[in-house]
């Protein structure tokens, strides 16, 4: 069985400021993991995913998250954000085959920018 | 491309009755499709999985006779919430997937029961 814990509920920060959404889980197997993005009255969109190979993976629109094997953390980051970026965020694991490619999400980090 | 709609975006319904969700892959052929269920300020919660032409996969603690599902075609999967009461209220958002890991997920439907 799988699990993740997003600790931060939401997380307010000033535009053009760095910002951390923090993503832990736990699994008996290796793992995919991802990162999505909800927006308001949206659907879940795909933000980044690591499959295997290098451990920083990067979105289109500047976020981050680095794979911690160790720490069993997916972290994710943007040093500088805008009010665009605004939205739910929810970090999800799946196991690499098997299982029905099942996701396991966290709760969820709301990240609110302000001016 | 990979587009997944879901219909009706919203509903409000009596208790008792049923409402039926449709969700739709509109530019590819989903080999497998998920239902999942939101309640506010928490996650997604995996309700069932189905494939086309097969008997859907329920989750534990989910009724398989009250959230009838019925993936018929490639790009058509239905959720049926049966004598929907208040605690069905819920936002519930379906995915699919053409093979592989990843899903691609529809915009939700906000169902609320009175």
């Known amino acids: 069985a799988q699990s993740v814990t997003q600790l931060d509920s939401q997380v307010p920060v000033f535009e053009e400021a760095p910002v951390e959404l923090r993503c832990n889980y736990s699994s008996s197997v290796s793992v995919y993991l991802f990162w999505y993005v909800q927006y308001p009255n949206q659907g879940l969109q795909l933000l980044l995913k690591y499959l295997s190979g290098s451990t920083l993976v990067e979105s289109i629109n500047g976020f981050e998250a680095e794979f911690n094997k160790s720490q069993t953390s997916f972290h994710l980051r943007k040093p500088s954000v805008h009010i665009s970026d605004t939205a739910e965020y929810f970090c999800?694991?799946?196991?690499?085959?098997?299982?029905?490619?099942?996701?396991?999400f966290g709760t969820g980090t709301q990240l609110k920018v302000e001016l | 491309g990979a587009v997944v709609s879901q219909h009706p975006s919203r509903v409000i319904c009596k208790s008792g009755t049923s409402v039926k969700i449709e969700c739709r892959s509109l530019?590819?052929?989903?080999?497998?499709m998920f239902w999942y269920r939101q309640f506010p300020k928490q996650s997604l919660m995996l309700m069932a999985t189905s494939n086309e032409g097969s008997k859907a996969t329920y989750e534990q603690g989910v009724e398989k006779d009250k959230f009838l599902i019925n993936h018929a075609s490639l790009t058509l999967s239905t959720l049926t919430v049966t004598s929907a009461h208040p605690e069905d209220s819920s936002f519930y958002i379906c995915?699919?997937?053409?093979?592989?890991?990843?899903?691609?997920f529809g915009p939700g439907t906000r169902l609320t029961v009175l």
């Open positions: 530019d590819f052929q989903a080999t497998t």
């Open positions: 999800a694991v799946s196991p690499p085959t098997g299982g029905g490619n099942k996701l396991t």
């Open positions: 995915s699919a997937r053409i093979r592989g890991y990843e899903q691609f």
